[in-house]
């Protein structure tokens, strides 16, 4: 016994569902961390190390500094999860009815691939807008504290590409 059928909207939901428990949770559990190399990246002079990028972090915002930008990386991890599980599963029925099921077996790895790739175009949309923030947030001093401060801010300044940006590195990548 299935817990649901292959190919049905249950079975495109669980994998949405999967997807975001484990594309939110772990990303948001590492938040102090990816927190610290960002701020390495953009101000090395600063922050020398991930141990010292700690400490400065905790020395300058208290602990509490180490959770800045916890919303828009849940969101936006939960959200690119969704959309690579979910639509993973939909693009691998979709190519493999189109080759047949014969071709599907005989040529499954380059179907996986194709699935996986086509899935990940949509997964970096849906993920690019609250990167962008959480980058902000964490890196630029004084611009934004909360999501819901820098996404009008950002939208304000340059309108919907301010979200878009890093989408061809987040392809590239």
Known sequence: EYSCEYGSLKFYALCGVGGVLS???THTGVVPLDLVK????????????IF???SVTINEDGVRG???GWAPTFIGYSLQG????GFYEVFKILYGNMLGEENAYLWRTS????????AEFFADIALAPMEAAKVRIQTQPGYANTLRQALPKMFGEEGIWAFYKGVAPLWMR
């Open 23 to 25: 594309c939110g949770l």
């Open 38 to 49: 960002c701020r390495m990246q953009v101000d090395p002079q600063k922050y020398k190390s």
């Open 52 to 54: 010292n990028g700690f």
């Open 66 to 68: 180490l959770a800045k």
């Open 82 to 85: 969704l959309c690579k599980f």
């Open 111 to 118: 179907l996986y691939l194709a699935a996986s790739a086509s």
